[in-house]
């Protein structure tokens, strides 16, 4: 018998997670951290907290399952996308790494947009967004020019990791693809882009795939951890195409609904051929010549934290939600907007703020609680919209994962609302998951990631959409659809107070 450990990186803590050939779970253990915010807009992590946090995690693991140290097969990673680790000529970091949901860069995504912006949309199928990471390379360059003079190199955070454990620097496709520096198709860094924007080469770190041993873990820290035996390290993938593997999204027909402190609709791509004109993320999958296209709602699962937290603290999430089958669809005539912390797919609008629409006397805080529900769902269901426009594409499944898969009535309505069938995973690992499956291939218990999503991936509860409640769920999003226009001029004037 032996094992694979799969590591997720996560923006508030790092999980480790030990699986068998079989697919089962045989431990987990999480390390939670925190993150600095120096300034508003700004959000940064010293990733010596992230090495910190592995070796607690892979010690732990070890102790927890001391068979387990002389049959490590493989170990491999999820990591946050985006974030900026910018390293020296000793491969030290040169400052705190700026993170995906760091904003302080609105002005260099202009800058490039208007400089470049129809390169950059054609050879990294994406806009310039301040989560990216150029934007954040030109911040640095143009406000910290001492030390944009030191800089060597850049990773992501789970290159950073694995740079740790092999002393070996690399970045696989996945994750580069969220640089807005890579040529998606080509799966090559884009010299054109590196040149408009004076980013020098020799800063690029090497590209390979996501199944491909990047190096064994280095005697040192095997000896700490309590390894036996020397131990191969795969890249692994970008934390949203981890989760994609790990909920079994590796083939065209379906679906990926995520509902997390934000939310992600996401979609397999069998090639680099759509063109969805920069209004869906479009990267590079951790399936091999494969990519995934991806909508954003900013305010998924955090909408429905805030409200509950503003107005029913003292209930529990079950509590607040109970009997929400119970109430009309369309919350007798009320819609919320989820814009609190602006709005990313379909608007990219920065200043767009949340609503309540059709207020009345009668509403009470179940109304409410619901029309919270659905309008996560209908700006979910916005990205859904854009992948069946752009590329005539229809969904036979859609697994559901998240805060929005522990409520049957959510579930229920989501089906209703996608008009697609719902399934839930019987074990939810998230990208830990999905970069143990990684390795797995990596190592070769696997020939391909559908062989093994086959053992790995199991689904558990089904449900089917009601034809009268999609019907009904169809004229109120309509109405949804109008509070975005009606309410643009008014939130941006308000934001300005």
């Not at 408009?196 to 190096?215: N, Q, T």
Request: hydrophobic residues 40%.
């Amino acid at each position: 018998m032996s094992y694979i450990i799969g590591i997720d990186l996560g923006t508030s803590s790092l999980k480790g997670i030990v699986v068998t050939k079989t697919g089962k779970v045989l431990a987990s253990y999480a390390v939670e951290y925190s993150l600095s915010i120096p300034q508003p807009g700004y959000s940064e992590q010293n990733p010596q907290i992230w090495l910190d946090a592995l070796d607690q995690v892979l010690i732990h693991l070890i102790k927890d399952r001391p068979e387990i140290a002389d049959k490590i097969a493989g170990i491999s990673f999820s990591g946050q996308m985006h974030t900026l680790v910018l390293l020296g000529e000793q491969n030290q970091p040169l400052r705190p790494a700026i993170l995906w949901n760091d904003v302080r860069t609105t002005k260099q995504c202009k800058t490039i947009m208007d400089t470049a912006g129809e390169k950059v949309t054609a050879q990294t199928k994406n806009r310039a967004l301040e989560g990216f990471t150029l934007p954040k390379l030109l911040w640095v360059k143009e406000n910290e020019p001492e030390i944009w003079e030191q800089a060597a190199q850049f990773l992501l955070p789970k290159d950073y990791l694995g740079f740790y454990l092999t002393g070996n620097k690399q970045m696989e496709y996945s994750d580069a693809a969220g640089t807005l520096l890579l040529e998606v198709e080509a799966r090559q860094w884009s010299t054109d882009l590196a040149d408009i924007f004076e980013i020098p080469a020799k800063i690029f770190p090497r590209l390979v795939s996501s199944s491909d041993k990047i190096g064994t873990v280095k005697k040192e820290l095997a000896q700490k951890y309590g390894f036996k035996t020397e131990v191969p390290v795969f890249s692994g993938g970008a934390d949203n195409a981890c989760a994609a593997i790990g909920a079994g999204i590796i083939k065209a027909g379906v679906g990926l609904v995520s509902i997390g402190t934000s939310g992600v609709f996401l979609s397999y791509e069998a090639d680099a051929l759509q063109d969805y004109q920069g209004n869906l993320h479009y990267f590079n999958h951790a399936v091999k010549d494969s990519f995934y296209s991806m909508g954003v709602t900013l305010a998924a699962g955090y909408s429905l934290n805030w409200f509950k937290k503003t107005f029913a603290p003292d209930q529990s999430y079950e509590t607040l939600l109970a009997g929400m089958q119970n109430l009309p669809i369309g919350s007798e005539g009320l819609l919320f907007t989820p814009y609190l912390m602006g709005e990313r797919t379909p608007y990219i609008d920065s200043r767009i703020r949340g609503s309540f629409i059709g207020i009345t006397a009668r509403h009470t805080l179940k109304h409410f609680a619901k029309a919270v529900v659905e309008g996560i769902t209908f700006s979910l269901k916005d990205s859904q919209n854009l992948m069946e426009k752009y590329a005539d594409r229809t969904f036979d499944k859609i697994v559901s994962v998240g805060g929005g898969a522990k409520n049957q009535d959510w579930l229920q309505m989501q089906a209703d609302i996608f008009r697609a069938q719902i399934v839930t995973l019987k074990s939810e690992q998230g990208p830990a998951l999905g970069a143990a499956m990684i390795a797995a291939v990596g190592v070769g218990w696997f020939k391909s990631m559908t062989e093994c999503a086959k053992v790995f991936v199991e689904y558990d509860r089904s449900f089917l959409p009601n034809e009268k409640n999609s019907a009904d769920y169809q004229k109120i999003y309509a109405l949804y659809h109008e509070v975005y226009p009606a309410t643009k001029n008014l939130s941006h004037q308000l934001g300005g107070i």
